[in-house]
């Protein structure tokens, strides 16, 4: 097959006079990097891959083992819908090896394709589908708050608007990339939108958010705009997640679905959960990565503050939403806390592993807290075994910093790494003076 | 008719001429002499005659003399010479079309031949499978649909192309995973709705249907063979 795909590639590349070919891969933080190289050196990526200088790379290599390997995964390879027809691009993913061949520990698609593939050892697929919400914004300008585009907010039809159109044309973008979009809509807060993406296999769908975000700020970048994933940028505001709906496949049956059950869920779902909500606290680094995630952690907002689950309550940690027609294929958990600004193969990555860590494990399912856990005291909650999610991005390196689980997912390279240069963050906003403190104290005190 | 006879002069054809043949799937026929290729001629005529000139090349020139004479409309030829017969090309232009070095690579051979076939229109090369408005370039991988050329992955194309090879027929999921993907592929049946997906969004809307949905079975490419 490999051979046939290569051939495909090499073929393709000459029929269409690609001029270019973009090698993709992520860093550790999870943003896109990118080299180009000319089609007379694509054969040569393919069978023996590229070298570059991995110290170039965020949580990459140290110095003294500098080199790797890029190697080309000619499944994804496709041509770029947009820049000049008459010299046409394309990308293609790269799974970053040693120089000896072996995988490289600080490439996050590399992680991610190791937990796929112990999850299908034991017969299963893990489909993922997240809803991707995010910003447009008049272009940033240095020491100004961020300027939204329009005032409508949830559904609204806003006629002859930009950012209506902005959403058009990137759907129409990502269609033609094979990222095949299920809504969209305007979301609650002015300028933002939200794209809800089709289900596929975790990896894929890895690549598919690299990809995704890529689009969204080129086409808004090209109306002279600016698209923004970052978590929480307007403070009174709704701010950007990435709830993700996950479930597991064996082969076509989905092993979420019970139809004897109250809930409709099979008992090896419930340890799923089971192992989300129990590692939660240790995998949210993860899935909310920056200092300003926690900022839309918060009561008020419709994002999780509390670890919990419930079937339609979306204060929870976990929802299990109802599925359309009782669809056993359409059976799902959703996990509410990720932000669009993580890495997609990382949170997908401890998503998984602390999912079928429950499942091997057995973890019990706690209690379903259907109620509307914001107007709830927290002695309450805490009577009821109800945990916060870390409070801030210190306290969830903390939770992360003791977990074996995400040590072991991760693997040390990334884990060590990720500490470090989170733990780095922390310290410089910690010691930045804000205007908030400004205004509040300077008069005052 | 026969689409792509080839006749074969030189009794018998080496080992290495016989096996390259075969293995570019020529249907052939070995020949002796000019009366030969007459009486074993296919209805559709030969579509092009090799020439193995051996080391006594006087009758297989004089083979090929008579080849050439015949009306209406003579095959292609392609000569295989020895590098010591090189010279003997020379002032015998009108006898052959083509020549190859004997011993020759099965590549080259391989190549001249489907070249010398393809050049007099004889060859059905390159593979073209046609449905409606989609059209699908088997030696280029490449598609197109109402002459738009469609940016296909690997997997897309290899779908499309078992679909579109199979018109009519409903597969299941699992059908398409095992044939179109093979087994060791961790992506599951679902990996099938995942592409068709795709694929109909790449089609564009007008051109969705022709990848159908059969409830609670699977997919069926184009219109059904009871039309419905």
Known sequence: ?445 | MDAETLAVFGDPPTPELARTLDLGGYRWKSVASADEAAEFEPTGGWSGVIVDCGPDTSGAWAFARTIRKREPGTPPLLALVSGAQLSELELRDELFDDFCLAPFHPAELEARVRHLLWRVGGGTRPEILEYRELSLNLETYQASIASRPLDLTYMEYELLKFLAQNPGKVFTREMLLNRVWGYEYYGGARTVDVHVRRLRAKLGEEHAGLIQTVRSVGYRFGQSRWGT
């Open chain 1, 1 to 445: 097959m490999l051979e046939q795909q290569r051939e495909y590639v090499l073929r393709s590349v000459e029929e269409r006079g690609v001029r270019l070919i973009r090698l993709w891969f992520t860093d550790v933080l999870g943003s896109l990097k990118s080299f180009a190289i000319s089609p007379a050196e694509l054969e040569n990526a393919l069978d023996d891959g590229m070298t570059f200088d991995g110290s170039s790379i965020d949580g990459f290599s140290r110095i003294q083992e500098a080199d790797v390997l890029a190697i080309p995964d000619p499944d994804t390879f496709e041509l770029l819908p947009w820049g000049d027809t008459k010299a046409p691009e394309a990308r293609v993913f790269c799974d970053i090896h040693n120089l000896d061949g072996t995988p490289f520990g600080g490439d996050p698609r590399q992680v991610l394709r190791r937990h796929v593939r112990a999850c299908h050892e034991r017969g299963l697929t893990f489909y993922v589908a997240p809803d991707i919400e995010f910003f447009y914004f008049a272009p940033p300008q240095a020491g100004r708050r961020p300027e939204p585009l329009d005032e409508a907010s949830f559904f609204d039809l806003t006629t002859n608007d930009i950012t209506g159109s902005l959403r058009k044309q990137t759907i129409r973008t990502l269609e033609a990339m094979g990222i095949p979009v299920e809504y969209s809509f305007h979301e609650d807060a002015p300028s933002q939108q939200e794209i809800d993406l089709r289900h596929t296999d975790a990896l894929t769908m890895a690549d598919s958010v690299m990809t995704f975000r890529l689009i969204v700020k080129e086409i808004a970048a090209s109306q002279g705009l600016h698209a923004t994933f970052m978590p929480k940028p307007l403070e009174a505001q709704q701010g950007s997640g990435m709830h993700t709906h996950l479930s597991l496949f064996e082969g076509d049956r989905n092993a979420f679905f019970d139809a004897d059950d109250e809930y409709q869920l099979s008992a090896l779902a419930k340890s799923f959960m089971a192992g989300l909500l129990r590692h939660a606290a240790e995998i949210t680094a993860v899935t909310n990565q920056t200092v300003n995630s926690y900022k839309r952690l918060v009561p008020g907002f419709e994002a999780p503050v509390h670890v919990s689950w419930a079937r339609n309550n979306r204060s929870g940690l976990i929802r299990v939403p109802i599925a359309k027609r009782g669809n056993p294929n359409a059976t799902r958990i959703e996990y509410r806390s990720p932000d669009p600004a993580c890495n997609p193969y990382l949170a997908f990555s401890v998503m998984l592993a602390a999912g079928m860590r429950g499942m091997a494990e057995g973890y019990e399912l706690p209690v379903e807290a259907d109620a509307n856990l914001f107007e709830i005291d927290d002695e309450v909650l805490a009577k009821l075994g109800i945990a916060h999610l870390p409070q801030s991005l210190s306290d969830a390196l903390r939770a992360m910093e003791g977990s074996e689980l995400v040590h072991d997912a991760l693997g040390e390279h990334i884990f060590e790494w990720f500490l470090i240069n989170k733990r780095t963050e922390w310290r410089e906003y910690k010691t930045h003076v804000s205007m908030f403190e400004i205004d509040r104290y300077l008069r005052a005190l």
